[in-house]
T-cell receptor, first 114, second 113 residues
Framework: NAGVTQTPKFRILKIGQSMTLQCAQD?????MYWYRQDPGMGLKLIYY???????DKGEVPNGYNVSRSTTEDFPLRLELAAPSQTSVYFC?????????????FGEGSRLTVL | AQSVTQLDSQVPVFEEAPVELRCNYS??????LFWYVQYPNQGLQLLLK??????LVKGINGFEAEFNKSQTSFHLRKPSVHISDTAEYFC???????????FGSGTKLNVKP
């Protein structure tokens, strides 16, 4: 059982470039989330989704876009990368029905924008 | 709005000593409370949670936490730590529908031999 899989694990971007961070889960979870983690700042919610076709902004959505065409996949798109987007990005998922509140995290994607 | 405060960014402790990691939250509505642990270069994993019932909750690896509604706190404790407990610990709150989780800034626990 793979759980939550994120790709790539590491990426270096130049300012102004675009890229997509991939996230897939095989647990049939309806809820999926994207967080960014900056040193000493904890995790900040970028976007979340409560099911296929439904997405909503979190605390820090500017500069990012998401889509949720299937239950399994929740890609995060960075348009016009900026140094402020240098961070570690985590995708997470959780149950909806019978939800006990546990988030399942991927291993993270470390992005550097130069 | 909800917020979570972890006052201690780093906690050094000797092996087999007790430890307490502090967490305070602010919310105008009822929330659920969680502690997550992050080992180096890994994602976060659930340590324990409080949803309802007994205010003292026990989690994995011998950790426990106590929910104190009047002080809006959810401090994490372990009576005797091991080297393997060295990690970063995050306190988090969630609203009743689990749509959003709000995380504290984290506390790095460094267990020394």
């Amino acid at each position: 059982n793979a759980g939550v899989t994120q790709t790539p694990k590491f990426r270096i971007l130049k300012i102004g470039q675009s890229m997509t961070l991939q996230c897939a889960q095989d647990m049939n979870h309806n809820y999926m989330y994207w967080y960014r983690q900056d040193p000493g700042m904890g995790l900040k919610l970028i976007y979340y989704s409560v099911g296929a076709g439904i997405t909503d902004k979190g605390e820090v959505p500017n500069g990012y876009n998401v889509s949720r065409s299937t239950t399994e996949d929740f890609p995060l798109r960075l348009e016009l990368a900026a140094p402020s987007q240098t961070s570690v990005y985590f995708c997470a998922s959780s149950y909806s029905l019978g939800n006990t509140g546990e988030l399942f995290f991927g291993e993270g994607s470390r992005l550097t924008v130069l | 709005a909800q917020s979570v405060t972890q006052l201690d960014s780093q906690v050094p402790v000797f092996e087999e000593a007790p430890v307490e990691l502090r967490c305070n939250y602010s919310s105008s509505v009822s929330v659920y409370l969680f502690w997550y642990v992050q080992y180096p270069n890994q994602g976060l994993q659930l340590l324990l949670k409080y949803l309802s019932g007994s205010t003292l909750v026990k989690g994995i690896n011998g950790f426990e936490a106590e929910f104190n509604k009047s002080q809006t706190s959810f401090h994490l404790r372990k009576p005797s730590v091991h080297i393997s407990d060295t990690a970063e610990y995050f306190c988090a709150v969630s609203l009743y529908n689990f749509n959003k989780f709000y995380f504290g800034s984290g506390t790095k626990l460094n267990v020394k031999p």
